[in-house]
């Protein structure tokens, strides 16, 4: 066992394949030391950007801690602010569809941890959906 420093970990920029949208700045902790079943990742949401699609999934267990910043979190039609401290989960069986984002000038970490599961199905909702909700998004 060896202990790591959040600094030595690579970061990528998560991008939609389909669009070129560019996301997050993701460090995966969890594929630090390996881990198959559990997802644990440091996010950094720039300024106008979000973390996801709108979406809810169908095994998946999330949860979404506020490290530094302010981001938002479209659930289902309403938008709740965020702050450090704050955390929120789902559940599957909720079926809650949920989007972060980042709509402050400032960026936001936040630790996303979720489980992992081969069986699991992400259903994604229409953009037409939330986007009046998120204008000056990129």
């Known amino acids: 066992m060896q202990k790591v420093h959040i600094d030595t970990v690579a970061e990528q920029e998560l991008i939609v394949r389909r669009t070129g949208e560019k996301l997050s700045a993701a460090k995966s902790l ?4 390996g881990l198959k079943n559990l997802l644990v990742h440091q996010e950094v949401l720039p300024p106008g950007r979000r973390a996801s699609g709108f979406h809810f999934h169908s095994q998946k267990e999330e949860i979404f801690y506020v490290l530094d910043g302010t981001p938002s ?3 289902g039609d309403r938008i709740m602010d965020l702050e450090p401290g704050n955390f929120i989960g789902f559940a599957p069986s909720e079926k809650t569809p949920h989007m972060l984002f980042n709509r402050s000038a400032e960026p936001a970490t936040v630790l996303t941890i979720g489980t992992c ?11 037409e959906v939330f986007s009046t909700s998120l204008t000056g998004l990129n």
Request: hydrophobic share 35%; aromatic share 12%.
């Open 117 to 127: 599961s081969s069986t699991d199905e992400t259903t994604y909702l229409e953009q």
């Open 30 to 33: 969890s594929d630090a030391f």
């Open 73 to 75: 979190l479209l659930v």
